[in-house]
C-alpha cells in the first residue's frame, strides 16, 4: 500500500506540498525530543532558511537510520525574517491526524537536502510500521541499559513516563553523570522516597542538582549547558538497604572513577 494512500495525499496536495525530513544538527534526536514535550510545531516555525516556498508541510522527524516518524501535514500561513531567522505561521491540517507519532516510513535518504519536494520522494517511501499507541518516549529497558541524555531524561520526567518513574523509584543505588564535552564525571546517591526518581528530577528542575562545580559550569556557560550531561546507573539496591551503604558505594565509585581528582566531586 502506498504512503500516498495511508496518509491521504491527492494529486493537487502533493503539487503544494515539501517534505521536512526533521533532523537535528548536533543531535539527531533533537527533533525527536522536543516532539515528546508537544513542542515540535514551534520548533519547525523557526528556521535559518526559507525553507517552506509551498503552501503545505509534510512533516518527517528522524527516527532511526533510515526510519522517519509522520508528524502531520501543515498549512503554511506566512513568515516573517527577525534577525537573520524566518519564523512562519502554521496550521496542523486535519488529514491523517490519527497516524502523528504512530507512522514509520522506511526512507533512505542519501541527499543532504532536508526540504524537497513531496513528488520527488514520496513514491519510494516504505510503509515500516503503524504503532498502537503515540510514540513518546521509549519505555524502560533495564537499569543496565541507561544511557539517556539530559533532554530525553527531561521528556521522561515532564510526561511522567510510568515505566520509568516505576523503575526509578523502586530501587536505590549509584549514578554517574558525564559530560560529553569534558569528559569530567560526577558520581552521586539516590535513596529516599522515590530515590532515582526525585533525584533525577532535581536535576531536570535545576540542571545541577546542587551540585557545585555544575552549578558553577551552568553559572558560566547558560542553562543550555545541561544538554552535554549524559546519565548512567552504575549499580542498584533494594529500598530495603540502608542508606549508609548506599553512600559506602558511592565514596567507592568515586575512588575507582578518580572522579573527585578529576571530575565534579569534592568529597
Not at 504503532?131 to 544511557?147: A, H, Q, S
Not at 549509584?174 to 564535552?181: A, Q, T
Request: with cysteine; net charge neutral.
Amino acid at each position: 500500500m502506498k504512503i500516498s494512500d495511508i496518509i491521504g495525499i491527492t494529486e493537487e496536495l502533493k503539487s503544494k506540498t515539501k517534505i521536512h525530513f526533521a533532523i537535528g544538527r548536533n543531535d539527531r534526536f533533537e527533533p525527536l525530543n522536543v516532539f515528546y514535550r508537544n513542542e515540535f510545531k514551534e520548533w519547525q516555525e523557526n528556521q535559518s532558511k526559507k525553507n517552506f516556498e509551498r503552501e503545505y508541510i509534510l512533516s518527517l522527524i528522524y527516527f532511526g537510520r533510515n526510519e522517519w516518524i509522520f508528524a502531520g501535514i501543515y498549512q503554511q500561513k506566512g513568515v516573517q525574517n527577525k534577525d537573520g531567522r524566518f519564523y512562519y505561521q502554521t496550521e496542523l491540517k486535519d488529514i491523517s491526524t490519527n497516524l502523528i507519532g504512530k507512522l514509520v516510513i522506511k526512507y533512505e535518504k542519501i541527499f543532504r537536502q532536508s526540504y524537497p519536494y513531496l513528488e520527488n520522494c514520496i513514491d519510494n517511501f516504505e510503509l515500516l510500521e503503524i504503532l498502537r499507541e503515540k510514540y513518546t518516549v521509549e519505555p524502560f529497558k533495564g537499569y543496565e541499559n541507561i544511557k539517556i541524555k539530559h533532554e530525553i531524561l527531561k521528556s521522561i520526567i515532564l510526561q511522567e513516563e510510568n515505566s520509568w518513574k516505576t523503575a526509578l523509584s523502586n530501587v536505590k543505588g549509584v549514578y554517574l553523570i558525564s559530560d560529553k564535552k569534558t569528559g569530567k564525571l560526577y558520581v552521586g546517591s539516590a535513596y529516599g522516597e522515590n530515590a532515582f526518581w526525585n533525584r533525577w528530577t532535581e536535576y531536570i528542575k535545576t540542571g545541577h542538582g546542587g551540585n557545585q562545580d555544575l552549578k558553577q559550569i551552568i553559572l558560566e556557560n547558560g542553562i543550555e549547558y545541561v544538554e552535554n550531561f549524559q546519565y548512567t546507573i552504575l549499580e542498584t539496591r533494594s529500598m530495603n538497604s540502608e542508606d549508609k551503604e548506599i553512600i559506602k558505594r558511592e565514596s567507592f565509585w568515586k575512588d575507582i572513577l578518580l572522579s573527585r581528582e578529576f571530575g565534579y566531586n569534592k568529597n
